[in-house]
């Protein structure tokens, strides 16, 4: 059982920088790989970024490639998405899930939401114009 909380959510002018962090219980948290979702209001939840087990594969969603960063620190058990650049369009709430499996990044992209094992409570970020 994986207990996963973000933090790091809040309101940021366009251009702005915000940093989410996703922090795991549990002993075995390099055993899975992890991936930031979004959902804004009226949208199905859409994939943003996920990051391997060991952290050797890293894959985004175009909407955010070049502007968000995703990692991790399997000591600490936490994982994070730097995002800088933000626009008003990525406003959403954000979710960090875990999925049991040591699959590449590339392939936690094309999981659905379903697919995923636990998920976080979600965060908000508002990006105003």
């Known amino acids: 059982q994986v207990q996963l909380v973000e933090s790091g959510g809040g309101l940021v002018q366009a251009g702005g920088s915000l940093r989410l962090s996703c922090a795991a219980s549990?002993?075995?948290?390099?055993?899975?790989?992890m991936g930031w979702f979004r959902q804004a209001s009226g949208k199905e939840r859409e994939f943003v970024a996920a990051?391997?087990?060991?952290?050797?594969?890293?894959y985004y969603a175009d909407s955010v490639k070049g502007r968000f960063t995703i990692s991790r620190d399997n000591a600490k058990n936490i994982v994070f998405l730097q995002m800088n650049s933000l626009k008003p369009e990525d406003t959403a709430v954000y979710y960090c899930?875990?999925?049991?499996?040591?699959?590449?990044?590339?392939?936690?992209?094309?999981?659905?939401?379903?697919?995923?094992?636990?998920w976080g409570q979600g965060t908000q970020v508002t990006v105003s114009s």
């Open positions: 990051i391997s087990g060991f952290g050797s594969t890293i």
């Open positions: 549990g002993r075995t948290f390099s055993s899975y790989g």
């Open positions: 899930a875990a999925v049991a499996q040591q699959y590449a990044a590339s392939i936690m992209a094309r999981l659905g939401p379903g697919s995923y094992d636990y």
